[in-house]
């Protein structure tokens, strides 16, 4: 799960510093200026960064949040599909805290899941 974040993260920041046409094009179509995309790039790749260091994982993965929750209110003001594109965030940020959640006994006590009681 963390995997699949770690990577989907890597690539995005990445881009965004190699600024591709693709990347410029459709940072731009989002609403922001050519030169925020180095700065957007900075955050995503400390985040992950942080994210994937087992001792920081956790403070990461709320900066992770952060930035997934701008992306939300990005696609969300300019009344993108919900599924596809206003959701997509959401998705990433359920399998990173689901990554730490099982692999992290402190989150576990803190965020425990209830059994069900059998009678």
Not at 17 to 33: A, D, H, I, K, R
Not at 62 to 87: E, K, Q, V, W
Request: net charge neutral; charged share 10%; hydrophobic share 55%.
């Amino acid at each position: 799960m963390s995997g699949i974040v770690i990577l989907f993260m890597l690539f995005d920041s990445i881009g965004k510093f190699f600024q591709p046409v693709q990347v410029v094009e459709g940072t731009l179509e989002l609403g922001y200026q050519a030169h925020h995309i180095a700065t957007m790039g900075i955050l995503g790749l400390l985040s992950i960064v942080l994210y994937a260091i087992p001792r920081t994982s956790i403070l990461g993965a709320i900066i992770l949040t952060g930035y997934f929750g701008g992306a939300i209110a990005t696609h969300f003001r300019l009344d993108n599909p919900l599924f596809s594109h206003l959701l997509f965030p959401v998705y990433l940020a359920i399998l990173a805290w689901g990554g730490i959640w099982l692999r992290n006994a402190n989150l576990r006590n803190l965020i425990p899941i209830q059994q069900a009681k059998t009678e």
